[in-house]
């Protein structure tokens, strides 16, 4: 009887543990559904957004694509005016034809190929030193050129090309010299003008203002040889290579002559002759015997 009461016991206690294990089971399963219906909508929320963020990425590279075809075939895209800015020595006609820079063209095909355009210009324009494109409003560009100043005429056939600071002569003439730079007869391009401009540019500016003109006179013991006309009406003869050295004492030398006129010889030495002392060449007396 004992034992089967222990049993009984037994059984009821199994019996017990099933119930309630089988309610937790059936509370945990009813658990785990409600949380995954609470979880479904906001998985189906963060897909809709997700959706809405990849469609409204499309439609904005779309827009820009539609946007970009828009503007090049526009007229926004094409070249309207090409102004030029810093031109002295050259006209503003001359620099536009030298890029080959046209209104109508592609903007940006011409803004991409602007190194090509100034190389362009400064193999056409010799005065001009460098140009930089850019922009003046939408669909318009400047040409903005920095030139090479001239610093004297080169006299040739009773007509004056340009020589510029660095020793170029340009080959358009003008039947005038402008401005205060002095006239050179007898150079041409090379060293030896090099040279010459690079002394003149030492000079101060009073002794530029005295200058007239510059005539290469070369010599077998002095390829550097010139005579120097002077506002003044003297003459100065001087080697190239010491012109700057010696031209900086012409105003004492000046001071000391007084108001003689003559030629100052700063070649070697300084020394002056007064020009009634000068004796003339072997074809000005002939010229003087057959007048």
Excluded: C
Excluded at 230 to 257: C, H, L, R, W
């Amino acid at each position: 009887m004992a034992n089967k009461k222990e049993l009984n016991k037994k059984k009821g206690k199994l019996s017990a543990q099933w119930s309630s294990w089988k309610n937790k089971s059936t509370k945990d399963k009813t658990k785990k559904s409600r949380t995954l219906e609470d979880k479904l909508p906001k998985l189906k929320e963060q897909r809709r957004k997700k959706m809405k963020q990849r469609l409204a990425v499309l439609l904005l590279l779309f827009s820009f694509a539609i946007l970009i075809v828009v503007y090049f075939i526009s007229p926004l895209s094409k070249i309207e005016k090409i102004s030029v800015a810093g031109a002295s020595e050259v006209t503003d006609q001359s620099v536009i034809s030298a890029s080959q820079i046209k209104s109508g063209e592609s903007l940006w095909e011409t803004f991409f190929s602007k190194k090509e355009k100034e190389v362009l210009v400064k193999k056409k324009l010799s005065q001009v030193k460098s140009m930089d494109l850019k922009f003046d409003s939408i669909n318009s560009y400047e040409l903005a050129i920095t030139e090479y100043k001239t610093v004297a005429y080169l006299e040739k056939n009773e007509t004056y090309h340009n020589i510029l600071e660095n020793g170029k002569i340009v080959n358009e003439s003008r039947k005038v010299s402008i401005g205060n730079q002095p006239i050179f007869i007898n150079f041409k391009e090379g060293k030896v003008l090099n040279k010459m401009v690079e002394e003149y540019a030492l000079l101060k500016e009073n002794i530029h203002n005295s200058i007239s003109e510059i005539e290469y006179t070369p010599s077998k013991t002095d390829p550097y040889l010139i005579k120097i006309y002077m506002n003044d009406g003297n003459q100065v003869v001087a080697s190239i290579t010491s012109f700057a050295e010696k031209m900086a004492y012409y105003p004492d030398i000046v001071q000391k002559i007084g108001k003689q006129k003559g030629i100052i010889n700063i070649e070697v030495g300084i020394y002056f002759l007064p020009f009634e002392k000068v004796v003339p060449e072997k074809s000005d007396v002939d010229k003087n015997k057959e007048e």
